[in-house]
């Protein structure tokens, strides 16, 4: 089903290679693993996981700051073929924009705010002159609910969620297709994480833009993503319609990620599925399911081999062998 | 008698530009047994308000308060010496990055034992002995190899458990854990939160948890103090907190958590942001942001009525979700989930 998409990805895989030193031997870090997802415009996939399970990996892959090492990435129609230390074509830059965790850490803090949002049209629309330049990077800090005299401040004059603001009002400049959000709201108090999530459904509306949303607040993803994928130790382990992956999860670490969520309503009293254990060291991977040594369905045909993921429903794929066992658990427990 | 028992507590910080009233008439009273929450925004005071009652701010902060009593000692006519017995044995704390608050030079078993030592007493074998014991009781796998570890070799939820395996080394009555599970993924949050809430269980200490999380707020606390800019706004126990918050900022709050704001198209926000030291406004410090704010609430600092149960600190306290504010009356013609949240500091 190839309507359109913006952006796909066909078994996108990221390894990084380890030195071995002295002490120690050469490793490979299986930082992704075959990723496979598409993108419409207008549409928010999310991407969600503990930390470790390779969410920022994939950002670093899509926004082209990394090559994959192996797999297919298509954005807006044009195959990105990379081979490491190549330069991607400059024009599928400019359509892929990301937006980092920490407010405080992205912005030049020597810059204005203006000076930082006109450097990419400064870069990349030579025939801009000056003034429109300006008059451009005035629109969008308006767009972004930022006054017109904040142009010529600095980002230490503003709050973390002002800053947010700045981010994406900058990574809007070039008028990308699509916004790699890495984690946009949670270095964010409550009361701010609101404001910005609504400006990012107004900016989405208006825009059509197509969001990469990655995040471990489940709350958050719920409420905002179309559609979800759950990854676990660089590895998808469910993918599908967001409302559909959260009334059923089916995956056991999926359940598990969903029951240790924290719900504010004191009334509710709901059995966890408990998760024994640590995410596996990178550097020692498990055999067979990544996920087995912490699984409460694990049997010995879990350690054997690696499941990949399969359709159980007309729109969602799990990798695991258990779905039915876990399916049948998950209700009862409730 | 209380345990804990703090009135009017306020920390000022002298600063370049003067004093600075981080943290201004806070109550809380712990009872044996108690599990109590503090919630709030960052710059809210909630953190700060505890290291008081530890002791453990920097000579730059004055605290003073009415009353500040553990277990019927006074804590602010105790000598550092005294102060110490109380610190880290009967009344202790852990942190939020637990990465770094162990000392990376030493192995978690010296860091443990120099607790106990300090405490406690005891030969060397005891301690060890005692030290096991604790790593043991805090779920970390194979103690007599992991007590030779240094924090480095540990991962943040293990490190955590660690930390708490300090803090309760010494039996404490009071247990204050100042977000002990912000730094750490949700699965390992849940293993935390039950630890803590299971040790509180077993050995009936109480314990004052320090949040900024709704959801962990609701699912381990029974009280909860909620903290906005420095004050102490409203007291109430958990349920009815959620279900008929007092005060406007708890509402708000309430109603921003996105599992909360149902099938509405957009989230309800509150405007602004939280006042920082040089833009306190006059009156009420929430009055910017609150939508049923009057002039009164402009001009007027408000304090707790008498006889009101949660302390709270509005003009015009909200009874059952519906606020007696005269301003109120305009806010549900013009629906407050339809208010522009594109508008920044007032």
């Given at each position: 089903m190839s309507r359109d998409a913006v952006l796909s990805a066909v078994n996108l895989t990221r390894h990084y290679q380890i030195k071995g030193g002295p002490f120690s031997r050469p490793a490979t870090v299986?930082?992704?693993?075959?990723a496979t997802f598409e993108l419409y415009p207008g549409q928010t996939l999310a991407v969600v996981g503990e930390s470790g399970c390779g969410k920022s990996t994939l950002a670093r892959v899509l926004t082209m700051i990394e090559p994959p090492t192996s797999g297919k990435l298509t954005i807006s129609g044009h195959?990105?073929?990379?081979?490491?230390g190549q330069r991607p074509p400059a024009a599928l830059r400019r359509e892929v924009q990301i937006i980092f965790q920490n407010p405080y850490g992205s912005l030049?803090?020597?810059?204005t705010v203006a000076t930082m949002l006109e450097e990419p049209l400064k870069l990349n629309r030579k025939e801009m002159s000056a003034a429109a330049r300006r008059e451009a990077a005035l629109e969008m800090i308006a767009k972004v609910g930022l006054r017109p005299e904040h142009a010529d401040r600095y980002p230490h004059m503003f709050s973390g969620g002002q800053r947010q603001r700045i981010a994406i009002a900058r990574a809007l400049m070039l008028n990308p297709k699509i916004l790699v959000l890495d984690e946009p709201v949670s270095a964010l108090d409550l009361s701010i994480q609101a404001q910005v999530l609504n400006l990012l459904a107004d900016l989405q509306e208006e825009f059509g833009l197509a969001y990469v949303f990655i995040s471990h607040d489940l709350s958050v993803v719920r409420r905002i993503a179309d559609d979800v994928i759950v990854m676990y130790f660089g590895q998808p382990v469910e993918t599908g319609p967001a409302e559909e992956v959260f009334t059923t999860p089916r995956h056991p670490y999926t359940q598990a990620l969903f029951s240790a969520t924290p719900v504010a309503d004191p009334n509710r009293r709901r059995e966890r599925v408990h998760l024994k254990g640590e995410p596996p060291s990178p550097l020692a991977p498990p055999p067979g399911c990544p996920f087995a040594p912490r699984c409460h369905l694990a049997t010995d045909a879990c350690t054997q081999d690696d499941p990949p993921l399969e359709r159980v429903d007309d729109r969602v794929e799990v990798a695991c062998i258990h779905v039915d066992q876990a399916m049948a658990r998950y209700a009862r427990a409730g | 008698m209380a345990l804990l028992d703090i009135e009017g507590l306020s920390v000022r910080f002298k600063t370049s530009s003067g004093l600075f009233a981080a943290v201004e008439g806070v109550d809380i009273n712990v009872d044996r047994g108690e599990v109590w929450s503090i919630v709030g925004e960052s710059g809210s005071g909630k953190s700060v308000s505890m290291l008081a009652t530890m002791g453990l701010l920097p000579w730059t902060a004055q605290v003073t308060a009415d009353k500040m009593a553990f277990d019927g000692q006074d804590l602010q006519q105790l000598s550092s010496r005294q102060r110490r017995r109380i610190v880290g044995g009967e009344m202790s704390m852990i942190f939020q990055e637990p990465m770094s608050s162990l000392n990376p030079c030493f192995t978690v078993g010296t860091q443990i034992d120099e607790m106990i030592k300090q405490h406690l007493g005891g030969t060397r074998r005891e301690r060890h002995e005692r030290a096991l014991d604790l790593l043991a009781q805090v779920g970390i796998p194979d103690p007599a190899r992991r007590i030779k570890a240094y924090p480095h070799q540990m991962s943040g939820g293990m490190s955590q458990r660690v930390m708490i395996a300090m803090a309760i080394s010494c039996n404490p009555r009071l247990l204050i854990a100042d977000?002990?599970?912000?730094?750490?993924d949700v699965t390992i949050q849940a293993q935390i939160l039950e630890l803590l809430l299971r040790l509180q269980e077993d050995t009936g200490m109480a314990l004052i948890l320090i949040t900024h999380d709704m959801g962990v707020v609701a699912e381990t606390a029974k009280h909860v103090v909620v903290q906005y800019a420095g004050r102490q706004v409203e007291k109430q126990d958990v349920k009815s907190l959620f279900a008929n918050p007092r005060h406007p900022y708890t509402e708000a709050l309430l109603s921003a958590l996105p599992e909360r704001a149902?099938?509405?198209?957009?989230l309800p926000t509150i405007p602004g942001v939280v006042p920082g030291q040089h833009d306190r406004p006059s009156g009420c410090l929430f009055n910017p942001r609150c939508?049923?704010?009057t002039e009164h609430c402009r001009e007027v600092e408000p304090v707790p009525a008498a006889g009101d149960p949660a302390r709270t600190l509005c003009h015009y306290p909200l009874e059952d979700g519906i606020s007696p504010s005269p301003a109120a009356a305009g806010v549900a013609r013009d629906n407050p989930q339809s208010s522009p949240h594109r508008e920044v500091r007032p």
């Amino acid at each position: 089903m190839s309507r359109d998409a913006v952006l796909s990805a066909v078994n996108l895989t990221r390894h990084y290679q380890i030195k071995g030193g002295p002490f120690s031997r050469p490793a490979t870090v299986k930082a992704l693993n075959e990723a496979t997802f598409e993108l419409y415009p207008g549409q928010t996939l999310a991407v969600v996981g503990e930390s470790g399970c390779g969410k920022s990996t994939l950002a670093r892959v899509l926004t082209m700051i990394e090559p994959p090492t192996s797999g297919k990435l298509t954005i807006s129609g044009h195959e990105v073929s990379l081979k490491e230390g190549q330069r991607p074509p400059a024009a599928l830059r400019r359509e892929v924009q990301i937006i980092f965790q920490n407010p405080y850490g992205s912005l030049n803090p020597r810059k204005t705010v203006a000076t930082m949002l006109e450097e990419p049209l400064k870069l990349n629309r030579k025939e801009m002159s000056a003034a429109a330049r300006r008059e451009a990077a005035l629109e969008m800090i308006a767009k972004v609910g930022l006054r017109p005299e904040h142009a010529d401040r600095y980002p230490h004059m503003f709050s973390g969620g002002q800053r947010q603001r700045i981010a994406i009002a900058r990574a809007l400049m070039l008028n990308p297709k699509i916004l790699v959000l890495d984690e946009p709201v949670s270095a964010l108090d409550l009361s701010i994480q609101a404001q910005v999530l609504n400006l990012l459904a107004d900016l989405q509306e208006e825009f059509g833009l197509a969001y990469v949303f990655i995040s471990h607040d489940l709350s958050v993803v719920r409420r905002i993503a179309d559609d979800v994928i759950v990854m676990y130790f660089g590895q998808p382990v469910e993918t599908g319609p967001a409302e559909e992956v959260f009334t059923t999860p089916r995956h056991p670490y999926t359940q598990a990620l969903f029951s240790a969520t924290p719900v504010a309503d004191p009334n509710r009293r709901r059995e966890r599925v408990h998760l024994k254990g640590e995410p596996p060291s990178p550097l020692a991977p498990p055999p067979g399911c990544p996920f087995a040594p912490r699984c409460h369905l694990a049997t010995d045909a879990c350690t054997q081999d690696d499941p990949p993921l399969e359709r159980v429903d007309d729109r969602v794929e799990v990798a695991c062998i258990h779905v039915d066992q876990a399916m049948a658990r998950y209700a009862r427990a409730g | 008698m209380a345990l804990l028992d703090i009135e009017g507590l306020s920390v000022r910080f002298k600063t370049s530009s003067g004093l600075f009233a981080a943290v201004e008439g806070v109550d809380i009273n712990v009872d044996r047994g108690e599990v109590w929450s503090i919630v709030g925004e960052s710059g809210s005071g909630k953190s700060v308000s505890m290291l008081a009652t530890m002791g453990l701010l920097p000579w730059t902060a004055q605290v003073t308060a009415d009353k500040m009593a553990f277990d019927g000692q006074d804590l602010q006519q105790l000598s550092s010496r005294q102060r110490r017995r109380i610190v880290g044995g009967e009344m202790s704390m852990i942190f939020q990055e637990p990465m770094s608050s162990l000392n990376p030079c030493f192995t978690v078993g010296t860091q443990i034992d120099e607790m106990i030592k300090q405490h406690l007493g005891g030969t060397r074998r005891e301690r060890h002995e005692r030290a096991l014991d604790l790593l043991a009781q805090v779920g970390i796998p194979d103690p007599a190899r992991r007590i030779k570890a240094y924090p480095h070799q540990m991962s943040g939820g293990m490190s955590q458990r660690v930390m708490i395996a300090m803090a309760i080394s010494c039996n404490p009555r009071l247990l204050i854990a100042d977000e002990p599970t912000t730094a750490l993924d949700v699965t390992i949050q849940a293993q935390i939160l039950e630890l803590l809430l299971r040790l509180q269980e077993d050995t009936g200490m109480a314990l004052i948890l320090i949040t900024h999380d709704m959801g962990v707020v609701a699912e381990t606390a029974k009280h909860v103090v909620v903290q906005y800019a420095g004050r102490q706004v409203e007291k109430q126990d958990v349920k009815s907190l959620f279900a008929n918050p007092r005060h406007p900022y708890t509402e708000a709050l309430l109603s921003a958590l996105p599992e909360r704001a149902g099938d509405q198209d957009r989230l309800p926000t509150i405007p602004g942001v939280v006042p920082g030291q040089h833009d306190r406004p006059s009156g009420c410090l929430f009055n910017p942001r609150c939508r049923y704010a009057t002039e009164h609430c402009r001009e007027v600092e408000p304090v707790p009525a008498a006889g009101d149960p949660a302390r709270t600190l509005c003009h015009y306290p909200l009874e059952d979700g519906i606020s007696p504010s005269p301003a109120a009356a305009g806010v549900a013609r013009d629906n407050p989930q339809s208010s522009p949240h594109r508008e920044v500091r007032p």
